[in-house]
């Protein structure tokens, strides 16, 4: 993760999405100059559009302040939503992506306050961009916030596989998204853009999906 956020100082030509998200994943050459892209908030916008065709106009939540905080918040601004609240333990980092990112529509506000469990309550769309989640037995939000969150709010974990949030979310009958999708279409972006044709996005689908289910 550090090389994507180094790297920028290192090649000749940026994308202004790679600038705003701090980092670049993807590194072409034209016509001898490097030139570098971030695909992770084109490959989330697009995962979210399958998902919610009404997303534009949409209240969002997402957990976290850092790299992966910054693409969700780019991805939603990209899909059309009028509020995308940040919610971390250190309100000056969420502060400080807020100001980053300017002009999307960020609110910074510390987790586990009252006004973060009244955005959750309000939230068309909530996205988990936080470490928390990886081992089995770790939760972003309490039983209690999850237990508030409209029965129509999309519920987003950019891990690759399930989690206990994504189950906790399920178990209320909201709709759940992991992070498998957003991976197989940022890398079918980068294939584009490395090879100038467009990938089979289903067939790719189709291994991500295999591959994970031969792990299980």
Request: hydrophobic share 45%.
């Amino acid at each position: 993760v550090p090389h994507k956020e180094n790297v920028l100082s290192l090649i000749d030509e940026v994308s202004n999405l790679a600038r705003r998200a701090g980092a670049v994943n993807t590194i072409s050459n034209r016509d001898g100059r490097l030139a570098g892209d971030n695909t992770d908030v084109y490959g989330l916008s697009q995962s979210l559009r399958l998902h919610d065709d009404r997303l534009d106009g949409c209240r969002a939540v997402v957990l976290g302040a850092g790299g992966a905080a910054r693409a969700a918040v780019l991805s939603l601004e990209g899909v059309g939503a009028r509020e995308i609240a940040v919610l971390n333990r250190s309100i000056e980092r969420a502060e400080r992506l807020r100001d980053d990112l300017v002009p999307a529509p960020v609110v910074a506000i510390a987790s586990g306050s009252a006004e973060a469990n009244r955005v959750l309550a309000a939230a068309d769309v909530v996205i988990n961009a936080t470490a928390l989640g990886w081992k089995r037995g770790e939760m972003p939000l309490t039983g209690d916030q999850i237990g508030a969150l409209a029965d129509s709010a999309l519920v987003v974990d950019i891990t690759y596989r399930d989690t206990d949030l994504l189950e906790a979310a399920r178990a209320r009958g909201l709709r759940t998204v992991d992070g498998l999708e957003m991976l197989v279409y940022q890398g079918a972006r980068s294939l584009e853009i490395w090879s100038g044709q467009t990938p089979p996005v289903d067939v790719m689908m189709a291994a991500a999906l295999a591959a994970r289910a031969a792990r299980t």
